[in-house]
C-alpha cells in the first residue's frame, strides 16, 4: 500500500493563480480531510469529506475548494492564490471520521509570491 | 469555538532529561489523539485514549487522559536524540467540532546531546 499520497511536493505560484493540490489513498477510508500548518498555529482543518460526494467545511475554508468524486481522491483547489495561503498543506485519510488514527500525507509546501 | 490548548510552545532538553507536553481543552472530550512530527516531515499517530482516567505507556512515552477528560499530557523519560520532532495533540467532542479532531498547537522538542 502506498497510503496516503500527495502532489506536487513544491509549488510556487504567482497571486491569482488557480491550481489544484492532488491527494489519494488506497486503503480504502471513507474519511478524508486537507490541513493547513503554518508556524506556530497547529494544524487547522480546511475541508473534509465522510464519503465519496459527501464535502463539507472545516475550520478555514475561504479560499479553497474540494470535491470527493471518489472514495480514493479528494483534490483540494486554490481558486484565486493569494500571499495568505503560503503554507504546508496536509491530507489525511481514516477509516471513520473522529475516532480514528489519521494517515497523513508527505504534504505539500505551497509559496504564493 | 471549541479549543484545544497546548503547552508549553518550545522546550529544549539534554538529551537523558525528562519531557512533558500538556493539553487543555475548553470542553470534555470523547477522545484525544496524540502525533509526532519529525522535521520536515508529517504527522504521524502515536495513541488514542479513550476513558478517563487512562494511562498507556509507549516504551519511554507515558500518555494520562485526565479524569474529567478535558486535559492529557504525554511524557517522554530520558530523553534522546530520536524524540526531537514537534508532539501534537488532537482532541474530539462530536458535538462541538462535526465530528473533527482539533488540533493544539504543538510542542516542538529540541534535544541536545
Known amino acids: 500500500n502506498a497510503g496516503v499520497t500527495q502532489t506536487p511536493k513544491f509549488q510556487v505560484l504567482k497571486t491569482g493563480q488557480s491550481m489544484t493540490l492532488q491527494c489519494a489513498q488506497d486503503?480504502?477510508?471513507?474519511?478524508m480531510s486537507w490541513y493547513r500548518q503554518d508556524p506556530g498555529m497547529g494544524l487547522r482543518l480546511i475541508h473534509y469529506s465522510v464519503g465519496a460526494g459527501i464535502t463539507d467545511q472545516g475550520e478555514v475554508p475561504n479560499g479553497y475548494n474540494v470535491s470527493r468524486s471518489t472514495t480514493e481522491d479528494f483534490p483540494l483547489r486554490l481558486l484565486s492564490a493569494a500571499p495568505s495561503q503560503t503554507s504546508v498543506y496536509f491530507c489525511a485519510s481514516s477509516y471513520s471520521q473522529g475516532a480514528q488514527e489519521q494517515f497523513f500525507g508527505p504534504g505539500t509546501r505551497l509559496t504564493v509570491l | 469555538g471549541q479549543q484545544v490548548m497546548q503547552i508549553p510552545q518550545y522546550q529544549h532538553v539534554q538529551e537523558g532529561e525528562d519531557f512533558t507536553t500538556y493539553c487543555n481543552s475548553s470542553t470534555t472530550l470523547s477522545n484525544i489523539q496524540w502525533y509526532k512530527q519529525r522535521p520536515g516531515g508529517h504527522p504521524v499517530f502515536l495513541i488514542q485514549?479513550?476513558?478517563?482516567?487512562e494511562v498507556k505507556k509507549q516504551k519511554r512515552l507515558t500518555f494520562q487522559f485526565g479524569e474529567a477528560k478535558k486535559n492529557s499530557s504525554l511524557h517522554i523519560t530520558a530523553t534522546q536524540t530520536t524524540d526531537v520532532g514537534t508532539y501534537f495533540c488532537a482532541g474530539l467532542n462530536y458535538g462541538g467540532s462535526q465530528g473533527n479532531l482539533i488540533f493544539g498547537k504543538g510542542t516542538k522538542l529540541s534535544v541536545k546531546p
Open positions: 486503503m480504502n477510508h471513507e474519511y
Open positions: 485514549l479513550v476513558k478517563s482516567g
